[in-house]
């Protein structure tokens, strides 16, 4: 039966994978316009609170708090954007370093509200809601032949991957519009793509605005699935993570940043004597991916080799649509 | 009591500064953040443990172990995680940040391997040795702090006004093609940038191990945010400005713990940077460029 296969432990690491894959695709989209950003931890942690406050101080649906969540962080990144770009390159990267950083002594200090380091328990679990909800209308999950427990990691799997094959073809449909383009011609050169007539204040703000929404997006389904949330969730250390998952992946292709994210993820459980090095091995990633692959694993060259390798197969019906994107 | 918290934030700045001068130094000559500086000078304060509580040494004898392992860290880092990344074609701006990043998070987790995870208290003979002037007590350890950092910064100015390799520095930092093409070494210049800078930090380190009588490995990375918002407080690659930043810093989170809210006390840096990236992004000292900003 389906039950014998699933193991709700491998479910809650597929789990972490979509939630970093989005986190990934956030430092990816804000990169695709040639702006590093190191608040996405920050995002994310507005995000996460945002949504555990609401479901739990005002009793709002979870889906409710999670769109509710990744508004507030993206409403935040406008208001974190617009100033930051008269701001280029490093200045950027610090000023949201810096943000990142206020946002998570503000979790810290606002003791009356977000309780503090000691951080947020209790916090409404997505597939124990539905669990609950199909439970109460009737449904049993023993007719699939699931645990109750299985059926839980099985329901939160499944919508993260919903989610995040959506946010993929969001995401794929951008880099071929308008919009990609401009991100595009803008971080090959800023100036020329002025002069191009390309409103670069607006291009810029919204690809920020979006890694924002994502983070955010991506926190508060975060808190949703842990049911845990701390200020130290949120600190230095996942700014880098999720940068490593653009940068060891690669970042000029989407493809980098969910395999980043899926490899980055995957490697701590699979090698547990790896785990506890786990941010020596991230140091050395970064160090060496700067020195040898500045643009990661995967970039549009090994794409290219994939689908040559794919073509003879499927000559016909694939050469059309490669011709659109050259 | 607001002199005490004066002389307190006087003290606490000239170690910020101390800091935000390497930063200074590094981004003057090679136009980059050393995100790996706070990490640098976090080993410093390790060493210094280790010579002066683990070892019994005094300490001018930590002092110079600390200046000998950082000047080491810094050739590295230099040679490792700089090098390769220059004159390379195609590079981008971000990826010597990104790569110092790498440093940065490398040796937190190796002293965090190597020190454990705790506090580790810095004793030394002279720690509760103070004065009385009038209300007033200043601690011995103040005195020789102020006096240290004063005596660094004073050599430092010299050095780089007056000696020749001091001006063949300021050469490279104002146009590394030009210098080389008029006979300056850069790669030299550039290596002894790094390693100055970190040996600064290794001081500093100690330094922050007598202020505070406490060392672990998490405080690299808030004294390097703190140096980043001093840097961008006085101007990116400005000496002076490092100096002031770093005493009107010190000088604010002492008078915020003292009068206000002690928990915010890490925020304000932060809050500076964001306020004066958006009013005044060349700094307080900084000189308005074409390149500002960039």
């Known amino acids: ?32 316009s040639g702006q590093l950003s190191l608040g996405s931890a920050g995002f994310m942690g507005i995000g996460a609170y945002t949504s555990a406050l609401l479901t739990i101080n005002f009793d709002l649906p979870i889906i409710a708090g999670i769109i509710a969540g990744a508004l507030v962080a993206g409403i935040l990144g406008i208001l974190i954007g617009i100033p930051s770009l008269r701001l280029q390159g490093v200045y950027l990267a610090i000023a949201t370093l810096g943000f990142g950083e206020v946002i998570r002594v503000f979790f810290v200090n606002w003791e009356s509200v977000t309780k503090g380091a000691v951080g947020i328990s209790n916090i409404p679990h997505i597939g124990r809601e539905i669990f609950r909800m199909l439970r109460d209308s009737g449904f049993d999950p023993g007719v699939l032949g699931l645990k109750n427990n299985q059926f839980v990691f099985l329901t939160v799997f499944i919508l993260l991957l919903i989610v995040n094959i959506f ?6 449909r951008q880099n071929k519009s308008r919009v990609g383009r401009a991100f595009a011609s803008i971080k090959m050169d800023e100036k020329a793509a002025e002069a191009m007539g390309i409103n670069i204040t607006y291009y810029k703000v919204l690809a920020f605005t979006q890694g924002a929404v994502l983070s955010g997006f991506a926190g508060a389904l975060y808190a949703h ?12 250390h ?11 992946g690669g970042s000029e292709v989407i493809w980098g940043a969910i395999f980043g994210a899926a490899f980055m993820t995957t490697m701590p459980e699979v090698l547990r004597f790896i785990s506890e090095y786990r941010y020596m091995i991230y140091g050395l990633v970064l160090i060496v991916m700067m020195a040898f692959r500045p643009q990661g694993i995967i970039d549009a060259q090994v794409l290219d080799w994939f689908k040559k390798r794919k073509l003879p197969k499927r000559r016909v019906d694939h050469g059309s649509s490669n011709q659109k994107h050259l | 009591m ?24 590094v981004f003057g000559v090679l136009g980059i953040i050393n995100m790996a500086h706070g990490e640098i000078f976090m080993f410093g304060a390790f060493i210094g443990v280790i010579m002066t509580s683990t ?19 810094g050739y590295m880092l230099e040679r490792f995680a700089l090098r390769p990344l220059r004159g390379k074609q195609g590079v981008s701006h971000l990826a010597p940040l990104i790569s110092t990043i790498g440093v940065s998070i490398l040796l937190e987790n190796v002293s965090h391997h190597l020190f454990g995870a705790g506090n580790h208290p810095f004793r030394n003979a002279f720690a509760d040795i103070s004065f009385q002037i009038g209300s007033i007590t200043i601690y011995l350890v103040q005195i020789l702090i102020f006096v ?61 191990g007598m202020a505070f009588n406490s060392v672990n490995p998490q405080m690299g990375l808030s004294m390097g945010l703190k140096g980043l918002a001093i840097i961008i407080l006085g101007g990116m690659g400005n000496v002076k400005g490092a100096m002031a930043g770093g005493l009107i810093l010190g000088l604010s989170e002492t008078l915020i713990v003292a009068y206000g809210d002690s928990g915010y006390r ?18 307080l000292f900084g000189q308005k460029t074409t390149e500002a900003g960039r």
């Open chain 2, 148 to 208: 240290i950092s004063i005596l660094l910064m004073m050599a430092l100015s010299y050095w780089l006004s007056k000696t020749k390799a001091g001006k063949a520095l300021r050469a490279t930092a104002e146009n590394l093609e030009t210098a080389s093409l008029l006979g300056v070494n850069t790669k030299k210049i550039i290596v002894l940038t790094v390693v100055i800078a970190s040996a600064m930090g290794g001081i500093a380190g100690i330094l922050v």
């Open chain 2, 2 to 25: 607001i002199l005490e918290q004066l002389i307190n934030g006087i003290t606490l700045g000239s170690i910020y500064a101390i800091v935000a001068l390497g930063f200074t130094l």
């Open chain 1, 1 to 32: 039966m389906l039950g014998e296969f699933i193991n709700p432990y491998y479910l809650q690491v597929a789990s972490f994978i979509l939630i970093n894959i989005i986190l990934g695709l956030s430092i990816y989209v804000t990169l695709s």
């Open chain 2, 266 to 283: 890490d925020a304000i840096a932060f809050i500076a940077i964001i306020i004066i990236l958006m009013l005044r992004p060349q700094g």
């Open chain 1, 238 to 248: 996942r700014a880098v993570e999720i940068l490593i998952f653009a940068v060891f």
């Open chain 1, 167 to 172: 946010v993929v073809w969001f995401l794929i």
């Open chain 2, 55 to 73: 070892l019994g040494l005094p300490i001018w004898v930590a002092f110079l172990a600390a200046i000998i392992v950082t000047a080491i860290l």
């Open chain 1, 225 to 236: 699935v842990m049911a845990y949330i701390s200020p130290a969730d949120f600190a230095y």
